[in-house]
């Protein structure tokens, strides 16, 4: 890598200032206590010695362990048996171990939750929705006396319609495990948005469905409302629900970016590892919006996505702490079965956040560096504090919702390359 080093050392990077974006505030103090108020509102049928599924996915949802333990306690409070079922698809390597590990990794487990996580890859086909389309479901969920649906609603990074990420995904796709989502994928993200409605609506029908619990998040990855919903009013409030966390959603308050350098991705920060809304890149013609950026750079991976580097693709320049860290099959997979392999191919890759912050620097098509409009960000999930370039400050599109909280500093970098803020 000497003549990369030697091609990249020299280039000068423009100074940042820290910043701290404002969001809407809306959010719930009291998130155990106004759930318990709200579940309590309801007369779900749930009796004595009962099992009970409660749903669990692969996402990093705000107090994700709070909330479902909560929802564990209330059926417990029913003398009932609850149980938790790893719901995501094909994600952690779509093995029973895998998506149980990816739990643990979220604080999920049996001694958190006080209830066995009881996971397997094992469907039953319940019928068909719409071409023939089969629907799926979790062996253990199908045979329980009553299951809970437990997810969080957003705004899906692949797809527009009128149900994207919430509940009645994770009714088709999570607990349909690996067989139901493949089969929902196979005729692509521009078909998604109805496949995910039609298999739900068959799960709808035929399943032991309870009702359904689901969050809103506002910008600073808190909770910003809580929603109890009995079976018949999922298919109704869901569409109302996802509108409102639409609204919350954060954003970088900039139209044109020209390096944008994400310090790291992962799958219990989004679908596609970094969040295709926030950084305007996407991997299918089904979506679209954001920002306008030229070139992307991702430093790392976390641990809780088991390797999974889904959306490493949608980047320029990756680092080789990042390769390193990749799980390929579980990776592949996950691209294998949404049908999208364009979020999986790989970037440049460059010896350190050095090399790949420089590299992204040189070939933005900027030759002044005190002219690149340059972000740094934890990752797209917490975009509360973030590094802007004095250009990339003055040209925030709504400045009474960014204010600068440091003087402005250098860049730097450790021996080993990697970068100190």
Sequence with gaps: MSEINSILKDVRLSKVYKVKQKFEKKKIDDVRGDLIKKLNAKSWDIKKNQKIAITA????????ELLLKTIVDFVKSKGAIPFIVPAMGSHGGATAYGQEKMLKNL???????GCEIISSMDVVKIG???????????KNAYR?????????VKMHTSFRGKYESGLIKMISIGLGKRKGADAIHAERFEHMADNI??????SLEKLKIIGGVCTIENGYD???DIFVLDKNEILQREPQILQKSKSLMPRIYLDDIDVLIVKEIGKNISGTGMDTNVIGRFHTKAASGGPNITKVGILDLSNESLGNANGVGLADFATKKLYNKINFDYTYL?????TEPNSIKLPMILDNDELVIKACAKTCG???SNKIKLVIIENTKNLNELYMSKVAYDSVVEKNKVEIISNEKEISFGEDGNLIL
């Design 144 to 152: 329980a006396d009553g299951i809970i649906i437990f997810n969080r």
């Design 57 to 64: 996915g692969s996402r990093g949802i705000s107090h994700y």
């Design 222 to 224: 808190e909770v910003a």
């Design 334 to 338: 996950n691209a294998l079965t949404s």
């Design 197 to 202: 409605l039609a298999c739900a609506k068959v």
């Design 107 to 113: 604080g999920i487990d049996k001694k958190t939750m």
């Design 366 to 368: 900027i030759l002044d």
């Design 128 to 138: 068909y929705a719409h071409d023939n389309l089969p629907v799926y479901i979790d």
